[in-house]
Structure formats: C-alpha cells, structure tokens
C-alpha cells in the first residue's frame, strides 16, 4: 500500500511505489490510501491504475469506473494518468463524526474480464476545531457560608477533533477564592472543577467574574474560552432572637383551655426564606408540659390545653425555640417562667388514724381515743385548716402538732346512758369563701361490770293451787342488768334455806338461763299455805354482781278433803250417834247432833247438813239443822212411830265439786218415866254442849270473816300489783278463790285443836288462827248400834 505527502511529486511517487509493492507482497488484494481532511481540489491520493497492475491504455476500452460507498463525488479518478484525486472538500468530522477511524470505500470495476477491485481512503485528521464550550458564559451561585475546600464542578469544552487535536488544558484566571481541579474520566476527557480556597463574603464581594480558558493538543494549539459569572449568594448567618431571653408570667390556677399564657416575639436580621420563623417548643420541655399548652408555631401563642392545678405544679419552666426557614436552619432560644397562682380549690382533707375502740366507759378522763390530721393542698391562707368538734358531747380535739390533733375523752362515760357516738369533725380552710370538710368517727363505748341485775320489783306475790302437778311451772322472774354482752347475762339461782325441817330447793327450783320457778312437789294448802324464798340473779361480768327478790307463794285451797265426822264423845265412833229419846218430846226438841269437821278452808270447810229419807219409809218426825248438825223434832211423837228410827245424815262442803259424808243416827224411843234421868242428863247435857257450840260457832265466823278480808285486800293489792307489770305465772297457777263468811251458825266447829302453818322466810312455821271445839262432857249412852258411811265428790287432782 502506497502513501503519499504534499511535499513533492518525486518524494510521493516512490512512497507509493513502495508502499504498493509491500501491499502486493501482503497478499492483500486491497490498495489502501490516506488523505487529510480538508485537502483542496485535485490534491494527489494516489495512482490507482498502476497500483491495481492495470495499464492506462486498457481503462477507458475495458470501462474503469470507480463506485463510492455513499460518499462517491469526494474521490476521482484521472482515467489519462490512472491518478486516484480529491474531488471536493473532505470533512472528517463531518463523515465520521467522533469516530477514531475514518476511511472512504472504493469499487473499483474493469470490464472483460469484469474484475472489481476495493480501495480504502483513510481520512485523517487535522486540528481544525477549536475547543468550544456549549455557552459563553457560565452562571454559578455560591453561598457565601460554603467551606474551604468545597468544590463546585463546571461544564467543559468539547473538541470535533480526535486524538491529540481533542486532548483538552484549562486554565483559570487569577483570582483569591478559587483553583482550579481537574477530573479526568475514563474515555470522556478531562472536566474542570473550581475548588474555593478562600471563604466567601457576600457583603465584600457579592459578584464574582473569572474566564476559564480550554486549550486543545494539536499543532498549532487552538483555544476556547469561557466566562464564569459567580454570585455570592447569603448565608443563613443570622440566627432569630427573642426581645428577652426570659420571660416572667403569673396566672391563676383553674384557667380555661385556650386561655392566652403569653405572646412571643423574635425577628431574623437575614432575608427572604431565612427571615421566616416558626415557634416550637424546645426538645428540653418534657411531656407532661407539652400536653398542658400549646404553642402555635406561626404567631408563637402560648396557651393552656389542659388543666392547670397550682397543688400538681406550682411552677412551669417552658424552653421555646425559634427557627427560621433558611439552609440550614438557624435556631433562637429563650425561656418562660409561668408561675401558678393559688385559688381556693382544694377542700380539707380529714384522716382519722389509730383508733383506739370501743372505748371502756370506765376510761379516765384525758384518755386518747383517736389521732386526727387535716391538710389542704392550697397554699396561704388558703391552706390554713381549722379543725372543730360536734359539741355537747364527752369529748375534745387537743392540737398536738401542726395539723395534727388527738381526739381525748373529757368527761366520764357511761354506756348505759349513752352506748355510741357519733362524731363529725370539720375541718375549714381560711380561703374565701371557705372550703369544709368532715370525717365522721363513730365512738363505742364498751361495757364495763357496772350495774347488778335489777328485778321490777322487789317482791312478787305468787298464788298456786294445792295439789299441782310435780316440775309444774308456777312463775317467772326476770331481772335486766342494763350492762352488755357477758355482763348481762343473768343467771338465776335459789337462795337456799330451811323450810321446817326441809331445804328450800326440796319444794321448788329455779331455771338458771329463764328464770323460771318450778314446784319439784305438790303443795299442800293444808300443810303450808304460804312459802317465802329468794330467787338470785348473778351476771357473768368479773367481777359478778347479783341482786335478790322476794317471792311469796301462796297455796291455794282446792277442795281435796272430805268432810269427816267426830265421835260423840271419848271412847265414841266417829260417824255413829245413838241416843234414846222419851215419847213425850214435843216439837222442835233436839234430840241428837250430829258433829264434823273439814280439813280445807274458806268455801270449801262450809259443811252443811241433810237427812236423807230412807227408801220406803214413812216421813220422818225428825229434821237436821242445815249448818249446825242439830238432829230434832218436826213434831210430837206419837205411837204410829218406829220405836227405833235409824236416821242417815249427810255432811256436804260448799267446794266444787262437794264432798260428803254420811252419818248414822240411831234413836230408840222410849217411855219418858223409863228414862228420866238418863233424859235428864242427856237434857242437861244437850243444852250446855249447844250453848257451847253456839259460842264457838260465833267466835269461829268472826275469824273467818277476818281472814277472809285479809285475803281480799291481799287480792286487790295482786291485783294492783299485776296490772302494773307484766303477769309471770305458772302453767298450773292459782284459780281465783272463793271467799265466804257466813252469819249462819254452825259448820265452822272444830273438834279439834287445828294451826295454820305459815312459812315465810324467816324463823319456824307460825300458828296464826286456832280453834277448838266445845268441850262437851261424855254423855252415857246406852249400847247401840252404830254404822258410818261417808261419801266423797269428785276430786279433781291436777
């Protein structure tokens, strides 16, 4: 392959000699030829028929053309001399852009034969572009709070040249902020970078204008320039400040939400967005202060968003900051101190603490009974408590301490009058208008073995009926002790004597826990009338106390006893009477008398008299006297008469039911001159004994009718007695007694000396009433018969 110059023709001719022959010996089969860009019209490129080994005779017959590749009017060929020429202007970076390589294909084509022949035309390049930057001058805007050593990256120039002729220098021009750096990039060339190496000062220099210069490899150099036009831009140099850095506010307690705390003020000496601010509270405000108000970040507004209570805080320290909008961000501080007025707000608080309960109500006075303390949360007058006691009670508050007081008793107590109480202590604070507040302390009295059980009376009258039933429950005695608990728990017990030769507790007892009276035997009316003990009632306190009651008991008669008959005389048989009579008694004379007696009393010892008549019998010329026994004649006897009558007379008591019995009467008439002076003497006799009896009979009504109205008086002031308390009496108590006194002579005899016993507490059984019969003297009776019956009603044994 041939190359040729511009030097000289000779010079070209044997570069491309040689160059071809090297080529043929390659073994190519292809002539290649270079060419520089931009070469004039008709420049040589080579000789391409000799180079092909065609001769220039045989072109134009055999047709030599030349087809380009697109691009086939930059290269022609001289088909006189064979010579391969630049036709028009070549511009390689217009055919091949940035390419490294840039060639022009060549078909060469000979006709017969047809032979085709390919030529290459390397293009070369030559510095003919300058370097070129994309503007004339370049805008650049720099803060002036950059740092040393920042960088700030710039355009570059480019270059259309390849190779050396686009290896690009910059240059900068003088100056005091800036140098110049170069950043080479793989395969992109080289990229200025301006280094500042002086700080900025906007207010020095708010403009800056530098020429940066790009110089290309080529020979000769070409150069490109470019103007930099730098403004210092401003700085967020300034930071917001407040017109004070503390604040100092006062405001009341208890404020509404919303309610305006203060309004912050700051201003920014710097401009634009660096002179727009926004309020915040500083991260050193805690929480609990960030719920509590609120800032707005646009007016810096503080105000309240939750309650505000002097007793939680009495102060609040709140840090705001400031900031503006510039890059970066400058910051102001300051601080606000928020004092918490106090309000009235707060009532006392009362707490009552060790309770010293029940109290004993033998407690000495000034004993403490209870430790109070008072607080009001408010400060100030506010929070000075006055602490004040229900009046009229045993009781006073006595300051200890500040706030502290001890609850004392301070006069004597006592439980049965007043067993609970109940306090209100109020304590009041000295705001206004005053807060109160109260605890309520309730006081027990505990009971103290003070009082003895107490009955409702000293003494209680008790009637039962003779003859009860044994454990029959006859009364019951109660006693209240007006202390508590184990000292008022009554027991009952007897107080033990003697009753004649007999222990108390063998006639009745008492139930401990009840207080009932129990007779453990039947009574007997007869036998004792009336038993007087005491019943005691002991507590269970300690020590016990106990006091005593009287029970009188008395024995109602019940009409258990028959009447019974009295002999006529010593040596008699009781029930049998036998006496002659004389025919020649008149009317109404008292031929017999028939004698008994009852055991029990008042209704019941009221005997009367009957004759019976005899079944089949003529009427009788006798009668019986009703009350006096008195056996005499209804008429004259006459001889129509039984010499011997047998006369039944029945002795009957007023108790219900009666009881009887029956005496046998037998009279044998005789002649009166038989018998005078066994007449006689019975005459004699008869009158005395009736004198006698009448006298007794007398004597025994008058008592009768005595003690009968003792017993009614006694009756009436039971009576008095019951409806004024509560009635305790036995299941088998006494029926209501029948008391009778009777003018009638005659059934109220006794043929034998009879006591009364009465067993009180005290001393022996008394005898309080005696009676005697008449003594009437033996009267000789002729021997007789003698029968005796003696009948009793119905007793009702209980």
């Given amino acids: 392959m041939l190359f040729y110059s511009l030097s000289g023709p000779k010079t070209q001719r044997l570069l491309l000699s040689f160059l071809l022959v090297a080529a043929w010996e390659a073994g190519s089969g292809q002539v290649h030829y270079s060419v520089p860009e931009e070469a004039k019209h008709g420049t040589f490129v080579g000789r391409i028929a000799q180079d092909l080994g065609l001769e220039l005779a045989e072109l134009v017959p055999r047709l030599f053309r030349v087809a380009s590749k697109g691009r086939g009017d930059l290269l022609e060929i001289n088909l006189q001399n064979g010579i391969l020429f630049v036709n028009s202007r070549i511009d390689r970076e217009e055919l091949c852009g940035r390419s490294a390589e840039c060639s022009i294909h060549l078909e060469v084509i000979v006709d017969r034969p047809l032979q085709v022949f390919h030529v290459e035309v390397e293009v070369k390049d030559i510095n003919d572009n300058p370097p070129v930057f994309s503007a004339s001058e370049q805008k650049l805007s720099i803060p002036e709070s950059r740092l040393l050593d920042s ?23 003088p100056n005091e902020f800036f140098t110049l750096d170069i950043i080479n990039k793989k395969d992109k060339g080289k990229f200025p970078v301006l280094v500042l190496q002086k700080l900025l000062d906007r207010e020095e220099n708010p403009q800056l204008q530098l020429l940066l210069t790009a110089t290309d490899g080529g020979k000769p150099e070409l150069k490109g320039s470019v103007t930099l036009q730098i403004s210092v831009l401003d700085a967020n140099d300034n930071a917001p400040i407040f017109d004070r850095s503390i604040y100092e506010v006062k405001m009341y307690e208890n404020s509404a939400n919303q309610t305006l705390v203060i309004w912050l003020n700051a201003s920014d000496a710097d401009e634009g967005i660096n002179k727009e601010i926004i309020y915040s509270f500083s991260s050193l405000v805690p929480p609990n202060i960030r719920r509590k108000f609120l800032m707005n970040e646009r007016t810096g507004e503080i105000r309240v968003n939750d309650a505000i209570d002097f007793e939680d805080s009495n102060t609040y320290e709140i840090h705001v900051d400031v900031t503006d909008k510039g890059t970066p961000p400058m910051v102001g501080h300051c601080s606000v101190l928020l004092e918490i007025l106090d309000e009235n707000d707060n009532s006392p608080e009362v707490v009552v603490t060790s309770l010293a309960l029940p109290v004993r109500e033998d407690a ?30 045993p009781f006073k508050l006595v300051s200890t301490f500040k706030n502290y007081y001890s609850l004392v008793l301070e006069s ?72 508590a608990q184990e000292n008022a728990l009554v027991s009952y017990s007897l107080v033990e004597r003697r009753v004649g030769e007999r222990a108390l507790s063998s006639y009745v007892s008492v139930h401990a826990e009840s207080g009932k009276v129990y007779a453990l035997q039947p009574l007997d009316h007869e036998e004792l009338e009336l038993l007087q003990f005491q019943v005691s009632a002991r507590d269970a306190g300690v020590p016990p106390l106990g006091s005593n009651v009287t029970l009188q008991v008395f024995v109602l008669d019940e009409n258990d006893n028959a009447p019974a008959l009295l002999p006529p005389g010593p040596g008699g048989v009781a029930g049998a009477v036998s006496q002659l009579v004389a025919w020649s008694v008149g009317a109404g004379h008292v031929v017999a008398k028939v004698r008994a007696v009852d055991a029990d009393s008042g209704y019941n010892a009221w005997l009367s008299y009957e004759l019976q008549a005899a079944a089949g019998a003529a ?14 004649t209804t008429r004259a006897l006459d001889e129509a008469d039984a010499p011997r009558q047998r006369l039944l007379v029945l002795v009957k008591d007023h108790g219900e039911p009666a009881l009887t019995a029956t005496a046998t009467v037998l009279l044998s008439l005789e002649d009166s001159g038989q018998a005078p002076k066994a007449s006689s003497r019975a005459s004699t006799g008869a009158a005395g004994a009736e004198a006698a009896l009448v006298d007794v009979n007398v004597y025994l009504i008058v008592a009768i009718c005595a003690v009968s109205s003792l ?88």
């Avoid at 960088?151 to 021009?173: C, I, K, Q, W």
């Avoid at 003859?467 to 109660?478: A, D, E």
């Avoid at 009427?619 to 005499?632: A, C, D, N, W």
């Fill in 151 to 173: 960088r700030f990256p710039l355009e570059g120039a480019s270059d259309a040249d390849v190779g050396e002729n686009a290896m690009l220098t910059y240059r900068l021009s």
């Fill in 619 to 632: 009427r009788s010329p006798f009668r019986v006297g009703l009350y006096t026994g008195e056996i005499s």
């Fill in 412 to 483: 004597a107590l006592d439980r049965e009058s007043v067993a609970n109480y109940e306090l209100v202590v109020t304590a009041r604070d000295g705001g206004s208008p005053s807060l109160s507040a109260t605890a309520s302390v309730s006081v027990d009295v505990a009971d103290v073995n003070d009082n003895a059980p107490t009955f409702a009376q000293p003494e209680y009258t008790v009637f039962v009926k003779e003859n009860n039933p044994p454990g029959c429950h006859i009364f019951t005695v109660s006693a209240r002790d007006a202390d």
């Fill in 711 to 798: 017993f009614v008086l006694t009756l009436l002031l039971y009576t008095a007695l019951r409806c004024s308390a509560p009635p305790s009496e036995g299941a088998c108590g006494p029926g209501k007694p029948r008391l009778v006194c009777s003018s009638a002579v005659g059934s109220w005899s006794y043929s034998q000396q009879r006591r009364q016993r009465v067993c009180s507490g005290e001393g022996p059984p008394k005898a309080d009433l005696m009676a005697f019969s008449p003594s009437l003297p033996p009267c000789p009776l002729p021997a007789v018969e003698v029968e005796e019956e003696s009948t009793e009603g119905d007793h009702c044994s209980k």
């Fill in 364 to 393: 000495q006075v000034g004993t403490v009974i209870a430790l109070i303390s008072v607080s009001d949360h408010d400060s100030g007058a506010n929070g000075q408590v006055i602490c004040s006691l229900t009046p009229h009670i």
